[in-house]
């Protein structure tokens, strides 16, 4: 069974920046499909990127776009998320989430949590001046 831990969750001023961790074990890392979604207090979970496990595609919700990267190390099992020019609004709990098999010619709905069957347990970051 896949098993997902975030790490890296903190407090950051407005404007600045913060990279979270993603642990993966039980198969193969480097073949993924990884994402990240987040829930704000009273809020429902919304996507935020994802990433093929080729790191051919990449996918941003348009509020994230132009500062927040995703990124691997498939030596150290792990995906990150770097976050930059944080806002209030980002101000949330993350989750990395994780799918093991995109069959060619299929498509995948990136942005839908049904499919990633793997989640992580979450981590808080919270953006305040």
């Known amino acids: 069974q896949v098993q997902l831990v975030e790490s890296g969750g903190g407090l950051v001023q407005p404007g600045g920046s913060l990279r979270l961790s993603c642990a993966a074990s039980?198969?193969?890392?480097?073949?993924?499909?990884m994402a990240w979604f987040r829930q704000a207090p009273g809020k429902e979970r919304e996507f935020v990127i994802a990433q093929s496990g080729s790191g051919s595609n990449t996918y941003y919700a348009n509020s994230v776009k132009g500062r927040f990267i995703i990124s691997r190390d498939d030596a150290k099992n792990t995906a990150y998320l770097q976050m930059n020019s944080l806002k209030p609004e980002d101000t949330a709990v993350y989750y990395c989430?994780?799918?093991?098999?995109?069959?060619?010619?299929?498509?995948?709905?990136?942005?839908?949590?049904?499919?990633?069957?793997?989640w992580g347990q979450g981590t808080q970051v919270t953006v305040s001046s």
């Open positions: 039980g198969g193969t890392f480097s073949s993924y499909v």
């Open positions: 989430a994780a799918r093991q098999l995109v069959v060619p010619g299929i498509p995948l709905d990136w942005v839908e949590e049904y499919e990633y069957p793997y």
